[in-house]
């Protein structure tokens, strides 16, 4: 079993830029294992939505409302990834999830595949302000 922790959530005014972390511990498999690295988002009322996916062959898939504004990334030495969102919205406004998934590539779908990634963090709050 892994455990994800998110940090780098925060308010901010529309514009701006935040940068997400989720830290990936625990019983993580070997380094040839196949993944799926994902960022699902939330806002109240609404389903969970996946925003961006990398796999460990370099493959990244973004959803339309951020294409060209966020950027996901890892770095395997510190069993991290990232993301980076630049020119926030106030629709960006929700709680930001981490997700990953064994043994699994990323395709486009991914992100209509919630139910496919078997460990999430627990959320950090984004908020962005008009």
């Known amino acids: 079993q892994v455990q994800l922790a998110e940090s780098g959530g925060g308010s901010v005014q529309a514009g701006r830029s935040l940068r997400l972390s989720c830290r990936t511990s625990g019983n993580i498999p070997s380094a040839d294992t196949s993944y799926c690295r994902a960022w699902f988002r939330q806002a109240p009322g609404k389903g969970r939505e996946g925003v961006a996916v990398i796999d460990n062959w370099g493959n990244r898939y973004y959803s339309d409302s951020v294409r060209g504004r966020f950027t996901i990334s890892e770095d395997n030495g510190k069993n991290t990834h990232y993301l980076q969102m630049n020119i926030l919205k106030p629709e960006d406004t929700a709680m930001y999830y981490c997700?990953?998934?064994?043994?699994?590539?990323?395709?486009?779908?991914?992100?209509?595949?919630?139910?496919?990634?078997?460990?999430w963090g627990q959320g950090t709050q984004v908020t962005v302000s008009s």
């Open positions: 997700a990953v998934l064994y043994r699994n590539a990323c395709y486009s779908w991914s992100l209509k595949r919630v139910a496919e990634f078997h460990s």
